[in-house]
């Protein structure tokens, strides 16, 4: 595998995702089976984290912090983007395709993922799973939107973009980061529409 499957065009491109909008507030809370209500909660309480059941409206991977962040870096440098990514609790929750929990366990099997001392298989949360995910303010803590749902119906990858970069994290070597130019040293990317300038976010317009 050297490409990265499924890459849309550049005229599918979007604008970049700063904070979490209405729209993909909306797309979160339709993951569960009151999403009205769930919208309310938040509304009233904006910096309380939420749990949200798995299976319908996305699976997530989740995974360590630094394998995350490899395989996260990869998918914005070499491959399509990627859909909402979180950070909690020193793991990276990436969002993916209804279905990718079930299918991509058996697909890095297949690449002997695990064995020779590689990385640790990742979880993957699907249906009947559930996961916390950040609040919808901006609030000190260590489970924060790295990536910010933006769309009703967000891109969401599927278990082949996820292998490909699962496995080009896992056999590529990548030199400790440099504060000063990697952008994942402390990526943080305000849920609020008044981001940082000067924070360094990814352009989700890149996504392919």
Do not use: K
């Not at 590529?172 to 360094?200: C, G, H, K, Q, Y």
Request: proline share 14%; hydrophobic share 40%.
């Amino acid at each position: 595998m050297t490409t990265a499957p499924g890459c849309p065009s550049p005229d599918t491109r979007t604008a970049p995702a700063t904070h979490v909008t209405p729209q993909g507030a909306a797309w979160l809370a339709s993951a569960s089976t009151r999403p009205q209500r769930t919208l309310a909660l938040w509304q009233a309480r904006p910096a309380s984290p939420a749990a949200l059941p798995c299976g319908t409206a996305f699976d997530v991977v989740n995974v360590p912090l630094v394998l995350g962040r490899r395989v996260l870096d990869l998918l914005w440098t070499e491959g399509p983007g990627s859909g909402p990514v979180a950070a909690h609790r020193g793991r990276l929750l990436l969002f993916a395709a209804p279905g990718t929990a079930q299918r991509l366990p058996a697909l890095l099997a297949w690449e002997e993922w695990g064995g020779c001392g590689s990385a640790p298989a990742p979880l993957c949360h699907g249906l009947g799973d559930a996961v916390t995910v950040p609040p919808l303010a901006a609030v000190p803590g260590t489970s924060r939107w790295l990536v910010a749902p933006d769309a009703r119906a967000p891109w969401l990858p599927g278990p082949e973009a996820l292998l490909w970069a699962f496995v080009r994290a896992a056999r590529t070597p990548r030199p400790e980061p440099d504060p000063r130019t990697d952008p994942l040293t402390d990526l943080r990317v305000s849920i609020f529409p008044s981001a940082d300038p000067d924070a360094n976010v990814y352009d989700v317009s890149r996504r392919r």
